[in-house]
């Protein structure tokens, strides 16, 4: 085999081995973070009893999904009731493989990204790939043959249809001030000219919105509203089956909170870094940590808002997403389109 | 080489999809016993395998097979499925041909936008599965399986015909092609009356079926 291919072959698993290892590593201390963190804010004092303040918590729960009863319903429609796990949690983990987490930099003799794929219209693939996380929730609701958990699918897919478009013209921004579709463009265009979070708030704004929308996240939980819906589209499912669901979540929080890092604060920006004269690769493991402690401020925003706000009411979450987002991000690109035009940005 | 190989998995899709037509009970032992005919072409044909023509063969065995499916399965929902399956194979055929954009936007609008509203349409009419489903008997039966064989005959003629061009021929894109950047260029220029008049229709289309909402509701 051409030695060019098998090196690019190589470098391709290692690279999607650590961020599988790192996405899960999050995922399941979220949980705990979660759990912590709204304990703090209740004033108790959460899971601290397994490990040291409780943090082998998350290998203990994995344990026991793993060896819970999994039951599955007489009256689901199985082929796709044992598929709608997978298709919920599958592109929530392919959307991180596009997002760059650190500036490229010398390893072993060659160049290489902190990225997995370095995709022209990054962008595009991520909208493209959470459009698709809508059918998992859709199918599940629908394959489970209850009415709740139909009422919950049917909630789902019309709230993240409703919040996609608000998304999607927010980020047009964004595109526009780089005038690239690719992840990396972005990130360097806001190193040279200045965060997009500073110039286009109010796209941020929505942009975050649509992405606790989008993520089924409070205030925009309804289609698992546990007052109305028992548990909503996942109500027949238990075992490993329901963890999926459950980390499907999480790591859609990751990837949302990390586009937002991405989009709208640098990426993995520090200002004033090289002013340090770090050596590269010191550099380097700076800036992969910044990113990290980015995208953490997001993970926690997530969390303290669940745990402040109240939930929407159903014609509430529509209103938003149709009469509020939608004109103030079509007015947002207006806005930045005069930006472009001044060359302000 | 691979166009035997192609042609040789097309021959076992349509003996699959005969046998299903003509025995349906029997689908099971026959896709088990053609999967392993068609590993075992694989397994020949091994150097096949770096070519961009079997990946584009082996695509549009996937599609012509999703697209089997999304007909004869008596299960709208899991017919929507097949359908996702086939938009993506289509997608996949613009990635080989260069036309990253294309293929990112099929997968965004078809496979995404489009394909949600009719997995809405599913639920919200709860589509039971149709029982009784199968191919119309007699002459209907054998109508189809002379037509089957006379595009099986057709494919034939024209693959054969073409099997010593490349799929696709290297250089033969300037750089820069497909991107975003050269669609929304020719899009805005070249194609400007066509662009626009497409955005009129969809327009038109889009308050035509506000005003019949409208009607049936007051």
Redesign the interface.
């Known amino acids: 085999m051409d030695p060019d291919i098998a090196r690019v072959l190589v470098e391709s698993a290692v690279k999607i081995a650590l961020f599988f290892f790192i996405l899960l590593t999050v995922v399941a201390y979220m949980t705990l973070v979660e759990r912590r963190v709204s304990a703090w804010i209740q004033d108790r004092q959460g899971p601290n009893r397994v490990g040291p303040l409780g943090l082998l918590q998350p290998l203990a729960d994995g344990i026991k999904f793993l060896f819970k009863e999994e039951v599955t319903p007489p009256h689901v ?1 199985r ?2 009731y044992l ?1 709608a796990p997978m298709l919920i949690f599958v592109p929530a983990l392919v959307t991180f493989s596009v997002i760059p987490i650190g500036p490229a930099l010398e390893l072993f003799g060659q160049r290489v990204r902190l990225q997995i794929a370095d ?3 990054g962008v ?2 991520i ?3 959470a ?2 996380g ?2 998992g929730i ?2 599940a ?3 489970s043959s209850n009415k709740y958990s ?1 009422m919950g ?2 909630r789902s ?1 019309a709230q993240l ?1 409703s919040y996609e478009l608000a998304m999607g013209l927010s980020i047009v921004g964004v595109l526009m001030a780089a005038g690239s ?1 690719r992840l990396n463009d972005i990130v360097q265009h806001q190193i040279e000219h200045g965060w997009n979070l500073i110039w286009q708030l109010p796209g941020f704004l929505i942009f975050l919105t649509a992405a606790f929308a989008e993520t089924n996240r409070l205030p925009f939980d309804l289609p698992e509203a546990e007052t109305e819906l028992v548990a909503g589209y996942h109500t027949e499912y238990s075992g490993m089956r329901f963890s999926m669901f459950y980390m499907a979540e999480y790591a859609n929080m990751v990837t949302a909170s990390a586009l937002a890092v991405t989009l709208y604060c640098g990426g993995y920006h520090v200002p004033g870094l090289h002013l340090l004269r770090l050596p590269e690769p010191a550099a380097a493991l700076v800036q992969v940590l910044a990113f990290g402690l980015k995208v953490g401020f997001f993970l926690f925003l997530y969390v303290w808002v669940r745990w402040t706000l109240p939930r929407f009411r159903y014609d509430q979450l529509m209103n938003l997403g149709w009469k509020v987002l939608l004109p103030v991000a079509v007015l947002h690109i207006l806005w930045v389109s005069f930006l472009v035009l001044m060359n302000w940005t | 080489m691979t166009i035997h190989l192609l042609l040789g998995l097309v021959l076992i899709l349509f003996v699959f999809a005969a046998v299903r037509a003509l025995a349906p009970s029997r689908a099971l032992l026959a896709g088990t016993v053609l999967g392993i005919g068609a590993l075992a072409l694989l397994a020949v044909n091994y150097q096949a395998l770096l070519s961009p023509e079997f990946w584009a063969g082996l695509i549009g065995f996937v599609a012509i097979l999703s697209a089997l499916m999304v007909v004869i399965h008596p299960n709208p929902m899991v017919s929507i499925l097949f359908l996702i399956v086939n938009l993506f194979c289509i997608a996949l055929f613009y990635l080989i041909l260069r036309a990253e954009f294309l293929a990112v936007l099929q997968i965004i609008i078809y496979a995404g936008a489009i394909m949600v509203l009719f997995v809405f349409v599913v639920m919200l009419l709860n589509l039971k599965a149709e029982e009784g489903l199968r191919l119309g008997g007699g002459p209907q039966r054998w109508g189809a399986l002379l037509l089957a064989v006379v595009f099986v005959l057709l494919m034939f003629h024209a693959l054969h015909d073409r099997s010593d061009q490349p799929y696709v021929e290297p250089g033969a894109f300037e750089s820069g092609f497909g991107s975003a950047r050269a669609l929304g260029g020719l899009l805005f220029s070249r194609y400007l009356v066509a662009f626009e008049a497409a955005s009129l229709l969809l327009i038109a289309g889009m308050v035509g079926a506000v005003v019949v909402a409208k009607r049936k509701v007051g």
């Open positions: 429609y082929p796709v598929l995709v022209d219209n595009l693939v909208l493209a790939f459009s698709m809508v059918y859709a199918l609701g629908w394959s139909l699918a049917l897919s249809i579709l």
